[in-house]
């Protein structure tokens, strides 16, 4: 594996692939492997071999962040249904992933879905409040801690 991330890094898409299709030559159920070639494909504007070997990849792990994610960056203008349930799947599994939640808020403002949107980027900006920035303006006063809201049950 190690081999075929070396050959990513040096732009060597060919050769990694190779090495990716070796290693699941012995071990089919490697989810870095699919990962990996998924990533190729995507590079090189194959979405629909890199969705197929992203899904290998979900399939054996149904929780891996990285494909969750990719595959759903990928998907996100043509199927954004599709993005939704996977970057739900991914802060699911990852519920810390401020970015990840981010994107799914942005998502989930686009198609009208205002409370659901306001959730994840309240929950974005509590995990990295330098995020913020990013909530698209018609959100960022919802997303702001109140100043008494850290007093809140307090007998004080």
């Known amino acids: ?3 075929a991330l070396q050959q990513q890094r040096n732009q060597d898409s060919g050769g990694a692939a190779l090495t990716y299709r070796r290693v699941l030559e ?3 159920h490697n989810k870095l492997a ?4 998924g990533l190729i494909a995507q590079q090189n504007g194959r979405t629909l ?3 197929a070997d992203y899904d290998k990849a979900l399939k054996i792990d149904p929780s891996y962040m990285s494909a969750l994610f990719s595959e759903a960056m990928m998907l996100k203008s043509s199927d954004p249904d599709r993005t939704v349930e996977l970057l739900k799947r991914a802060v699911a599994a990852e519920p810390q992933a ?3 939640r981010m ?3 942005l998502l989930l403002a686009e198609k009208g879905r205002a409370d659901e949107a306001e959730d994840e980027f309240r929950r974005a900006v509590a995990t990295d409040p330098k995020l913020r920035s990013q909530v698209p303006e018609g959100f960022r006063d919802s997303v702001s801690p109140s100043p008494t809201s850290s007093q809140a049950g307090s007998s004080r």
């Open 103 to 105: 994107q799914l808020g």
């Open 26 to 28: 012995m071990d089919p």
């Open 1 to 3: 594996m190690q081999t």
């Open 49 to 51: 071999d890199a969705r």
């Open 98 to 100: 401020a970015t990840i």
């Open 34 to 37: 699919w990962y990996g070639l």
